[in-house]
């Protein structure tokens, strides 16, 4: 039984058959119309969301299967009476074949895990990470690039918060040959384990201080909002917009990521450019969580050498 905690559980192997079987969810959608049919699917979101928890269901809804949710868990759920989170797993796993689940502690996915006997599939814990974001990130450069090897991102933003960068830089690590460059403001600068982790797998990684420092053949700028809702304080707005006059210094195979929900920090003056890949990213989440739903259900292989 597999669960999806951590992008430090992939492998370089385990990322590609992710991949070619998104692809095939991709080009052949009617031969997983079904593949769900006899599961139930339980979605716990204890935070709000938007992307994460409707392509989840939109992709349990496309393979066919069944969905129970609690709105707003960490207010209709009993945990408000005081239940710990590993009963409520303990329950769900009388009732669901899988849970998806967002929580704000860093840890809620490995919790979650250590007591469930059905898999849980982590929709983002704290300030931890956020697996399923990465792997959509990842995808969706490899579907634009072609491949990962040889990359040059620039990490934008909350670069401290962002557990989608977080857990982009894990998987960043199984490749060769990438570059890293961090912007962001010294409030928000990249926590020094990640430096670490990234220095340990050969990853130059270049402290930047305005858009300048950053290579005009840079292949993805991937910016992120401050996340305000983790810390006390004001820390003022987000200082490094991409607009069209900044994004016009990159080259025409730059990529624009953005995991969503944007706040300022990407103009919508860009949105037309194809050079802004942010919605086709967001759109790439309904692909990739069907095939992680069919891999940890143990539905992908059959269907997909049919
Ligand atoms: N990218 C992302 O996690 O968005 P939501 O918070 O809307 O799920």
Do not use: W
């Not at 392509?55 to 496309?62: C, D, E, M, P, T």
């Not at 982009?168 to 600068?189: H, M, P, R």
Request: proline share 3%; aromatic share 8%.
């Amino acid at each position: 039984m597999m669960h999806i905690i951590s992008c430090q559980q992939y492998t370089r192997k385990s990322l590609e058959e992710l991949f070619i079987l998104t692809d095939d969810v991709k080009n052949n959608p009617q031969k997983y119309k079904n593949a769900l049919q006899d599961n139930i699917i339980a979605v716990m979101f204890f935070e709000p969301s938007t992307r994460t928890r409707m392509s989840f269901q939109s992709a349990i809804l496309r393979l066919g299967g069944k969905i129970i949710v609690t709105e707003n868990a960490g207010i209709n759920s009993s945990t408000t009476k005081g239940e710990t989170l590993k009963d409520t797993i303990r329950i769900l796993n009388g009732y669901a074949d899988a849970i998806v689940m967002r929580h704000s502690a860093d840890d809620a996915a490995q919790v979650a895990a250590s007591v469930s006997n059905i898999p849980i599939l982590n929709a983002g814990s704290g300030k931890g990470e956020h697996p399923t974001q990465a792997l959509l990130d990842v995808y969706t450069i490899r579907e634009k690039r072609g491949k990962i090897d040889g990359c040059k991102v620039a990490i934008l933003g909350d670069l401290l918060y962002g557990r989608t960068i977080h857990s982009l830089l894990g998987l960043l690590c199984l490749y060769d040959n990438i570059e890293v460059y961090g912007l962001s403001k010294n409030a928000f600068a990249l926590p020094q384990k990640y430096v670490n982790m990234l220095k340990e797998n050969n990853i130059d990684y270049k402290v930047c201080h305005s858009f300048d420092e950053i290579p005009k053949d840079i292949d993805v700028l991937y910016h992120t909002r401050i996340q305000s809702e983790r810390f006390e304080g004001d820390f003022g707005k987000e200082e490094y917009i991409i607009n069209k006059q900044v994004l016009n210094k990159f080259s025409q195979h730059t990529m624009v990521l953005h995991p969503l929900p944007r706040v300022d920090e990407i103009s919508s003056d860009i949105d037309n450019d194809p050079r802004a890949l942010y919605f086709e990213q967001a759109y790439n989440g309904v692909p990739i969580r069907m095939s992680l739903l069919l891999q940890v259900l143990g539905k992908d292989k059959e269907i997909m050498s049919k």
